[in-house]
């Protein structure tokens, strides 16, 4: 069902990035992390420009979802607010079309296809979260792909470990801009995460690029 405008918490703006334009920035400065079994993740912080200002027509001009899930016997809240849209629909904001449009060429090599659809989550506090996944819903689930994240507002980690369980392998605070890209087998052979912290954070915006058919 369609959430209420949120009532966040105010931002905490990066001072690196004062800029009213949102749009990408080069994506040269990418630095690649090989993962075990032929997983990857690209990591580029302040890769958008005008990023805050970018959260703040998102956070109050998206129509933000409230969903619920069964969890054994009860229903409970997601702990996050949610939109999605499909492939072929427009983006809440020319720049997000921007931002696809360049990932989309700069990773054609790997991808051999663009990116088409954008799932957006806005975590509103620190009790916000998502548990361990993989994105591994339709062809992901067999073969190789990329999943691009744009992380927009205060900082939140997010966690990688090989599925299964163990450790954390790998901890990127994101927030203000950053770009990171997962890919090679990683949705398959790998978990992420943004649990829950009791430190007193800001709300956060996820923009979640991925492919045709890839969920």
Known sequence: MTAAPPDLPGLQGSLFDQGDDPRPGPLDGLRRIPLAHGAWVDHLPGWFHGADTLFQELAHGVE??????????????????????????????????????????????????????????????????????????????????????LSLGDPRDLVLRPRGGGPVALRLPLGHGDLVVMGGSCQRTWDHAVPKTSRAVGPRISVQFRPRGVR
């Open 64 to 149: 933000w979802r409230a969903e619920e899930r069964r969890m054994y016997d009860d229903v409970v809240a997601v702990p996050r607010l949610l939109a999605h849209y499909r492939e072929g629909e427009a983006l809440p904001h020319p720049a997000l079309a921007e931002a696809r449009t360049a990932l989309g060429a700069h990773y054609a090599e790997e991808l051999r296809e663009g990116f088409a659809t954008a799932g957006l989550c806005l975590y509103r506090d620190g009790r916000d979260s998502v548990a361990w996944h993989g994105d591994r819903t339709g062809r992901s689930s067999t073969r190789d792909t990329l999943v691009a994240i």
